[in-house]
């Protein structure tokens, strides 16, 4: 009995820690909207924030979102897809936005797409369940390999550039965003499988998946600030 009460206050405390990563996500793209950062990185931040808030918000709520959840769901396709590009336009802001951008993100978004407009519109009871299904396992294996080629990417981009000749700032502040996204990528999506890591309990997975939430927004959020008061330099940007 103690033990299912530990589960239980351990979940609690997760889920309470992901509402307030997500609380922080959100407050980034209320202040994007109010102050107007229009800069590229600004609006892909809080497009990447709007994927993040939907990601924490299924985890805690789940089924008792109803009908947003499919909506939740597409939508929560725009953090990997999109992280990519916040992190080459905080390192690389000079970068065009290439054909590569658009199929990766097309590529992350499509399948779940596909998964939720089948299930809410009963799809298999016209194509056939077999054949939705089987569809759906192979848009599934694309997503996953456009999901892992975005996050290599992204975590590529805080090393373009590195040099013993940037100022000790701007090194902190890479080594910041390496650790913090190398960790939580690790945890989250590697080890943990998205949760569906069985070995350990339900509880612990949850706790340490808020933890690493709550430390890549809070990071995020740091080097972010960081980029406001110290833009790079034009010959670092490209």
Same mark, same amino acid.
């Given at each position: /009995?103690?033990?299912?009460? !530990?589960?239980?206050?351990?979940? !609690?405390?997760?889920?309470?820690?992901?509402?307030?990563?997500? %609380?922080?996500?959100?407050?980034?793209?209320?202040?994007? &909207?109010?102050?107007?950062?229009?800069? *590229?990185?600004?609006?892909?931040?809080? &497009?990447?924030?709007?994927?993040?808030?939907?990601?924490?918000?299924?985890?805690?709520?789940?089924?008792?979102?109803? #009908?947003?959840?499919?909506?939740?769901?597409?939508?929560?396709? %725009?953090?990997? @897809?999109?992280?990519?590009?916040? @992190?080459? +336009?905080?390192? $690389?802001?000079?970068?065009?936005?290439?054909?590569?951008?658009?199929?990766?993100?097309?590529?992350?978004?499509? #399948?779940?797409?596909?998964?939720?407009?089948?299930?809410?519109?009963?799809?298999?009871?016209?194509?056939?369940?077999?054949?939705?299904?089987?569809? @759906?396992?192979?848009?599934?294996? /694309?997503?996953?390999?456009?999901?892992?080629?975005?996050?290599?990417? +992204?975590?590529?981009?805080?090393? =373009?550039?590195?040099?013993?000749?940037?100022?000790?700032?701007?090194?902190? /502040?890479?080594?910041?965003?390496?650790?913090?996204?190398?960790?939580?990528?690790?945890?989250?999506?590697?080890?943990?499988?998205?949760?569906?890591?069985?070995?350990?309990? *339900?509880?612990?997975?949850?706790?340490?998946?808020?933890?690493?939430? &709550?430390? =890549?927004? +809070?990071? /995020?959020?740091? =080097?972010? $600030?960081?980029? &406001?008061?110290? #833009?790079?330099?034009?010959?670092?940007?490209?």
């Amino acid at each position: /009995m103690n033990r299912v009460r !530990e589960e239980a206050g351990v979940l !609690e405390l997760a889920m309470t820690v992901k509402l307030a990563a997500a %609380a922080i996500a959100a407050a980034w793209i209320i202040a994007i &909207i109010a102050r107007r950062m229009t800069e *590229p990185l600004f609006v892909l931040w809080a &497009i990447f924030c709007t994927g993040f808030v939907s990601v924490m918000l299924i985890d805690v709520f789940d089924g008792a979102l109803g #009908p947003v959840r499919p909506l939740l769901a597409v939508a929560s396709c %725009a953090t990997c @897809s999109v992280f990519w590009l916040v @992190s080459r +336009a905080l390192f $690389r802001p000079a970068a065009a936005m290439g054909w590569l951008a658009l199929v990766i993100v097309a590529g992350v978004f499509i #399948p779940t797409i596909f998964d939720q407009a089948a299930l809410v519109t009963g799809a298999g009871r016209v194509l056939g369940d077999g054949f939705v299904a089987t569809t @759906s396992d192979r848009l599934d294996g /694309m997503q996953a390999f456009f999901t892992s080629l975005a996050l290599a990417l +992204a975590f590529r981009e805080g090393l =373009i550039g590195w040099s013993t000749r940037l100022p000790a700032a701007e090194r902190k /502040m890479r080594l910041l965003f390496l650790s913090t996204f190398g960790t939580g990528v690790g945890f989250c999506l590697v080890l943990f499988d998205h949760g569906r890591l069985t070995l350990i309990s *339900p509880g612990v997975t949850a706790a340490i998946q808020s933890a690493c939430a &709550i430390a =890549i927004i +809070a990071s /995020m959020s740091v =080097i972010l $600030r960081h980029r &406001i008061r110290h #833009p790079l330099a034009a010959a670092q940007a490209r």
